[in-house]
């Protein structure tokens, strides 16, 4: 008799970000060039000048008016604590220890991400297709994500992500079916030299992913059923629609 699974409901919890368990990592291992996320460029394994040592931010309330948008939607996925609990302690005082922390946390963090959407997408009676496809690589991504810190600092996710997004595709496309959209891979929102505009338009069970809204946000666009685009996208919102995939279908 096959065993059926039931999604993990508990997952967001298990996934979320407890900034006060992590020592600051997220602001010290990711590297960002000055842009309209960043307001400076900050090499990878530097500690932003805005981190205390107390590993709070010390602009933290006021990140969009100094130009660090970026910071605010930033997600770790809870790999920050994980990270800092396999390691022991502060990265602060011990380089060893912060070269394992700092080389390990965005694999990790990576992996945390695709475990949010795997199990994301795996709540969709929609997608009962693939709930087997998606519960195999769940397991497959809780492994890798298992691995110690050395191990995961030499890792390749790269045909892992393929594997993964192959199945995100598929289940993406079940919950799109209903509603079957246009396809918007690479159309500019708004753009009024754009040939294919898609300010205003009816955009449910669209596939979106990918669609460059620098001139114009798609603020109140009905999208249900569609794969979000990563945010933010020129202060536009995209509600009530999966969050997955980062890598685009």
Not at 175 to 184: D, K, Q, T, Y
Request: aromatic fraction near 6%; glycine fraction near 10%.
């Amino acid at each position: 008799m096959t065993e059926v699974s039931t999604p993990d409901r508990g997952f967001r919890e298990r996934l979320r970000a407890d900034c006060g368990q992590c020592y600051g990592i997220c602001c010290v291992a990711p590297g960002f060039v000055a842009s309209a996320d960043f307001a400076i460029t900050k090499p990878a394994e530097t500690p932003c000048p805005h981190l205390r040592e107390d590993s709070w931010c010390g602009v933290h309330d006021t990140l969009r008016d100094r130009g660090f948008p970026g910071c605010t939607v930033y997600d770790c996925f809870g790999a920050g604590q994980n990270v800092a609990a396999r390691a022991g302690g502060d990265w602060r005082g011990d380089a060893e220890r912060a070269r394992r922390m700092f080389t390990a946390y965005p694999v990790l963090r990576d992996l945390h991400e695709l475990l949010y959407y795997l199990h994301e997408a795996r709540g969709f009676a929609a997608a009962a297709e693939v709930h087997g496809e998606l519960d195999e690589t769940i397991d497959a991504t809780e492994r890798l994500a298992a691995r110690g810190l050395d191990e995961l600092a030499q890792m390749s996710l790269a045909d892992h992500w393929a594997e993964a997004n192959a199945v995100l595709t598929r289940a993406s496309e079940l919950l799109r079916a209903p509603a079957a959209g246009r396809e918007l891979r690479g159309v500019s929102c708004g753009a009024p030299t754009s040939s294919r505009p898609v300010s205003g338009e009816r955009i449910c069970g669209a596939r979106i992913c990918g669609v460059r809204c620098c001139s114009g946000p798609i603020c109140g666009r009905r999208t249900s059923r569609s794969p979000t685009l990563p945010a933010p996208i020129c202060e536009g919102r995209i509600c009530r629609v999966p969050r997955w995939p980062r890598r685009c279908f």
